[in-house]
């Protein structure tokens, strides 16, 4: 098995402010990490690349890719809202950012890598059709969904958050398609204000949703029951043909930004669930895209947890 992994450091130049979570830190300090790994060298180093503008029309309206570069070229603190800090190379970077994962998925879709994983930033998944929201300027995984079915012909796809955070974006750009299974786990009630239990989809999407709210304080065992009992099976009766995984690792228990309470491990176990998945459904492909994270320590050791998983090798540094 292969496993690509995807690392550019024009990814650093996002510039958030001082003290701002969402910041270059997160990346230097995972990617140390991996390379000290006695397996990091078996991974398959993928080129960024940026988007193309076709791709990211594909779920951003054209006005908003608009007022997006404006208000970075013109060195405005935020886009839309102050929690989408942004510099004047913002924009660029998030079309490297969006385009990564793609970059990826020729790999997977192709045969060449098994499974893949893009540490990148900015994130994405709270980004909707019309606003930057989050921390997130474009939703990659939304734009990655679309690109597969486009580019690789592929008809069902999974996407699989599990981020501590909702994913509004994604949700809201798949909502009425029933050709994207959109299934997060996260802390409820809790920031954005979406994704609870009764949000299934809507008209010829409905069921095509899954929400698995998870109240603080809950611990691994709660999470794999949430997976034994609903995930799973739903995954099983859809049977995606393509698995994305939007990993964000701010559920651990160490996180500044929430209250769940999962161990380092338990990343590894999601993993290996949805490996299985894929193995049944998908042939293995899989392309995991980094979302949230913000604990300094654990961030890389869930990060190489997650990667030891896809690329079947034991975590030895930590």
């Known amino acids: 098995m292969t496993t690509a992994i995807a690392y550019d450091p024009a990814f650093l130049r996002h510039e958030t402010g001082q003290g701002h979570p969402e910041r ?19 991974l398959a180093p993928i080129a960024s690349r940026r988007a193309e503008m076709e791709d990211i029309l594909a779920v951003h309206s054209g006005d ?8 970075c070229a013109s060195g405005a603190p935020f886009l839309d809202s102050m929690d989408v800090s942004v510099c004047p190379e913002s924009f660029d970077i998030a079309m490297l950012a969006a385009g990564t994962p793609l970059a990826i998925a020729d790999e997977v879709a192709a045969g060449r890598m098994q499974n893949g994983f ?35 012909g592929v008809d069902k796809i999974l996407i699989l958050d599990w981020d501590v955070h909702h994913g509004n974006g994604t949700q809201h750009t798949f909502e ?34 899954l929400n698995c709210p998870m109240p603080a304080g809950s611990t691994d ?41 999962l161990s380092t491990g338990f990343f590894g176990w ?35 947890q997650h990667l030891a998983s896809l690329s079947q090798n034991p975590v030895i540094s930590t």
């Not at 990490?33 to 397996?39: C, D, F, G, K, V």
Request: aromatic share 10%; with cysteine; net charge negative.
């Open 24 to 42: 270059a830190a997160r990346l230097t300090t995972t990617w140390n990490h991996l390379r000290e790994q006695a397996w990091f060298t078996d």
């Open 64 to 71: 908003y890719i608009r007022r997006a570069r404006e208000t």
């Open 118 to 152: 893009a540490l990148l930033r900015p994130p994405g998944h709270h980004a909707e059709h019309e606003m930057a929201l989050g921390f997130c300027l474009f939703n990659n995984v939304a734009i990655l969904a679309r690109y597969v079915q486009k580019k690789h």
């Open 176 to 209: 009425e398609d029933p050709s994207v299974l959109y299934v997060s786990t996260h802390q409820y009630p809790f920031y954005p204000g979406t994704g609870a239990a009764y949000e299934e989809g809507l008209g010829r999407g409905r069921g095509a949703t």
């Open 221 to 261: 065992a709660d999470y794999e029951a949430a997976f034994m009992d609903r995930i799973l099976p739903k995954i099983g009766r859809y049977r995606p043909e393509f698995v994305i995984i939007s990993a964000g690792f701010d559920a651990h228990e160490d996180d500044p930004l929430a209250q769940i309470s």
């Open 270 to 304: 999601m993993t290996e669930r949805l490996m299985e998945t894929a193995d049944q459904h998908a042939a293995g492909r899989i392309v995991s895209v980094l979302e949230g994270g913000y604990n300094l320590h654990q961030l890389p050791l869930c990060v190489a």
